[in-house]
């Protein structure tokens, strides 16, 4: 394991180089690191009226940035996907310190933020209005997209910048200005994309204004909700928190984007391609540390295949290496946090006590090694039937595999629980591939076919139904949620007539 010292010195130099000054954002509000438990930060963190004033510059700042022509706009989101690029071993540094990320997958991160700008980019010369036959002679019928306002945006530990980028990057090139709360673990990857992001914005000689961060806890996220100024909120996390942030938002007419919990199943069918599915089912599970939403949770097997999937993934945990995410070879990193661990232990409990074995991992490791920091082993429990635990969300690698008979049965195992972002069925069988994705099928947001349930690409719009939140963000069309429609009907034949044939003659 790093020493405490060369892991804060080695997340100053990164936050250095991407242009925090660490001096102007200390205090005493001391970020720990999951590799080793050490102390890799000593923040400031706002208050609430900080917040209020953040707004009031985010709005000012929108007046201009509103006015300016997207594509231009677009060129300074260009210009934060060139910084990334320069600087992704800077910020996959800060993302392995902060949340225990393994370097690749810090690096898939920034990466995934450097194809959001590309896309962004691409976007900024596309925010395309309809124009629709009028039911009036001499009348034309048309709808344009105009820039929303000041957009808040909370995200969570374990995706600590890319997410804040998906939103960022598109409501930029929509004309937004935008305010992010990140989450309290990864302050400084904050500090250090959102600098990169002003120092675009200098060097084109717009306003910092226009992308702020505040560093704070809840009371900072609820400032953002309940101010009336902030016109959509795009909030990443739990359901839990979702619950407080859509009422608050909906009671003020505030637009919501939620991205929630997941917990996200494989079907396997009995014409799988064994070994693929088993590579699926490994990293969607295991990677991460089971630290995503779109984490694989449950496996829903049939019955004729169900003891050789165990097994082959059973042999494959066995491989795993377990340890310093930043080491070569490492692919399971810590847990975020001791809560994490104590989440873990109790979920593995209750699923023993539910009837469900153990067939991997199930404990701590490194305990000696790192007594501050929670690695445990990936864990697979084969469980009689989808019981009230595995319809939870336990943020950490445990994976419940339970069989099925009628691909129909299987179906309904998949949409049973209460949450519905992504889902997944390994299959050679066309058919059932197709009745997955149909209108009888999987429920979620995301439906693959032969690939796992997380490491979806930008392209795509992201979120997903039910307990998840609804909420839809990247790519396809999910730039709507940032912008907001006009109507326009415009008259060029002389004449009044009004629709639905209404006659009003005075
Ligand atoms: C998340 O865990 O909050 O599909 C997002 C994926 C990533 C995003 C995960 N592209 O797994």
Same mark, same amino acid.
């Given at each position: 394991?790093?020493?405490?010292?060369?892991?804060?010195?080695?997340?100053?130099?990164?936050?250095?180089?991407?242009?925090?000054?660490?001096?102007?954002?200390?205090?005493?509000?001391?970020?720990?690191?999951?590799?080793?438990?050490?102390?890799?930060?000593?923040?400031?963190?706002?208050?609430?009226?900080?917040?209020?004033?953040?707004?009031?510059?985010?709005?000012?700042?929108?007046?201009?940035?509103?006015?300016?022509?997207?594509?231009?706009?677009?060129?300074?989101?260009?210009?934060?996907?060139?910084?990334?690029?320069?600087?992704?071993?800077?910020?996959?540094?800060?993302?392995?310190?902060?949340?225990?990320?393994?370097?690749?997958?810090?690096?898939?991160?920034?990466?995934?933020?450097?194809?959001?700008?590309?896309?962004?980019?691409?976007?900024?010369?596309?925010?395309?209005?309809?124009?629709?036959?009028?039911?009036?002679?001499?009348?034309?019928?048309?709808?344009?997209?105009?820039?929303?306002?000041?957009?808040?945006?909370?995200?969570?530990?374990?995706?600590?910048?890319?997410?804040?980028?998906?939103?960022?990057?598109?409501?930029?090139?929509?004309?937004?200005?935008?305010?992010?709360?990140?989450?309290?673990?990864?302050?400084?990857?904050?500090?250090?994309?959102?600098?990169?992001?002003?120092?675009?914005?200098?060097?084109?000689?717009?306003?910092?204004?226009?992308?702020?961060?505040?560093?704070?806890?809840?009371?900072?996220?609820?400032?953002?909700?309940?101010?009336?100024?902030?016109?959509?909120?795009?909030?990443?996390?739990?359901?839990?928190?979702?619950?407080?942030?859509?009422?608050?938002? !909906?009671?003020?007419? $505030?637009?919501?984007?939620?991205?929630? %919990?997941?917990?996200?199943? *494989?079907?396997? #069918? &009995?014409? =799988?391609?064994?070994?693929?599915?088993?590579?699926?089912?490994?990293?969607?599970?295991?990677?991460?540390?089971?630290?995503?939403?779109?984490?694989?949770?449950?496996?829903?097997?049939?019955?004729?295949?169900?003891?050789?999937?165990?097994?082959?993934?059973?042999?494959?945990?066995?491989?795993?290496?377990?340890?310093?995410?930043?080491?070569?070879?490492?692919?399971?990193?810590?847990?975020?946090?001791?809560?994490?661990?104590?989440?873990?232990?109790?979920?593995?409990?209750? !699923?023993?006590?539910? $009837?469900?074995?153990?067939?991997?991992? %199930?404990?701590?490791?490194? *305990?000696?090694? #790192? &007594?501050? =920091?929670?690695?445990?082993?990936?864990?697979?429990?084969?469980?009689?039937?989808?019981?009230?635990?595995?319809?939870?969300?336990?943020?950490?690698?445990?994976?419940?595999?339970?069989?099925?008979?009628?691909?129909?049965?299987?179906?309904?195992?998949?949409?049973?629980?209460?949450?519905?972002?992504?889902?997944?069925?390994?299959?050679?069988?066309?058919?059932?591939?197709?009745?997955?994705?149909?209108?009888?099928?999987?429920?979620?947001?995301?439906?693959?076919?032969?690939?796992?349930?997380?490491?979806?690409?930008?392209?795509?719009?992201? %979120?997903?139904?039910?307990?998840?939140?609804?909420?839809?963000?990247?790519?396809?069309?999910?730039?709507?949620?940032?912008?907001?429609?006009?109507?326009?009907?415009?008259?060029?034949?002389?004449?009044?007539?009004?629709?639905?044939?209404?006659?009003?003659?005075?």
């Amino acid at each position: 394991m790093p020493a405490a010292e060369e892991l804060r010195r080695r997340a100053a130099e990164a936050a250095g180089r991407c242009g925090v000054d660490l001096d102007a954002v200390a205090g005493d509000r001391e970020g720990t690191s999951p590799v080793n438990g050490a102390t890799v930060s000593s923040l400031r963190w706002a208050q609430v009226s900080e917040v209020d004033e953040a707004v009031a510059r985010a709005h000012a700042a929108f007046k201009e940035w509103r006015l300016v022509p997207a594509p231009v706009r677009g060129a300074v989101v260009k210009r934060l996907g060139e910084l990334l690029t320069q600087h992704k071993e800077d910020l996959a540094t800060l993302i392995s310190i902060e949340v225990g990320k393994i370097t690749s997958e810090a690096r898939g991160e920034v990466q995934e933020m450097i194809d959001i700008c590309d896309y962004a980019v691409g976007l900024s010369r596309q925010l395309f209005g309809r124009t629709m036959t009028s039911e009036r002679p001499g009348h034309r019928l048309m709808e344009t997209w105009h820039p929303l306002g000041v957009v808040g945006v909370i995200s969570a530990f374990n995706f600590p910048v890319a997410v804040w980028s998906w939103n960022t990057a598109v409501a930029l090139v929509c004309g937004d200005t935008v305010i992010w709360k990140p989450s309290e673990t990864a302050p400084l990857c904050a500090l250090a994309a959102n600098a990169l992001l002003q120092r675009a914005l200098s060097e084109a000689g717009y306003s910092t204004d226009v992308s702020q961060v505040v560093i704070g806890g809840a009371e900072v996220g609820e400032a953002l909700v309940d101010n009336r100024r902030v016109a959509l909120v795009s909030a990443t996390g739990s359901t839990r928190m979702g619950r407080a942030v859509g009422p608050r938002l !909906a009671e003020r007419f $505030g637009r919501s984007l939620l991205e929630l %919990g997941g917990n996200n199943a *494989a079907i396997v #069918a &009995p014409s =799988a391609d064994l070994d693929l599915t088993t590579r699926g089912i490994v990293f969607a599970a295991a990677g991460t540390a089971g630290q995503r939403c779109t984490t694989m949770r449950r496996v829903i097997a049939h019955e004729s295949v169900i003891d050789s999937v165990v097994e082959r993934v059973a042999a494959a945990y066995e491989k795993l290496p377990i340890g310093d995410p930043m080491s070569d070879g490492t692919l399971v990193g810590p847990l975020v946090n001791e809560r994490a661990y104590e989440a873990y232990a109790a979920a593995i409990e209750k !699923a023993q006590a539910a $009837g469900g074995e153990v067939v991997a991992g %199930g404990d701590r490791v490194l *305990a000696d090694a #790192a &007594p501050d =920091a929670f690695y445990v082993r990936p864990t697979v429990i084969r469980m009689p039937e989808q019981t009230e635990v595995v319809h939870q969300e336990t943020f950490a690698p445990i994976l419940y595999v339970m069989p099925y008979t009628t691909f129909a049965e299987a179906i309904e195992l998949n949409n049973e629980v209460p949450q519905g972002l992504s889902s997944s069925v390994f299959t050679s069988d066309q058919v059932e591939a197709e009745l997955f994705m149909s209108a009888g099928g999987s429920d979620c947001g995301i439906v693959n076919v032969n690939i796992g349930t997380s490491g979806a690409e930008i392209g795509g719009a992201f %979120g997903g139904e039910k307990e998840t939140g609804g909420g839809r963000e990247s790519g396809s069309d999910a730039w709507r949620a940032y912008m907001r429609r006009a109507t326009n009907t415009i008259n060029y034949s002389g004449e009044l007539p009004l629709a639905q044939g209404v006659t009003f003659d005075v």
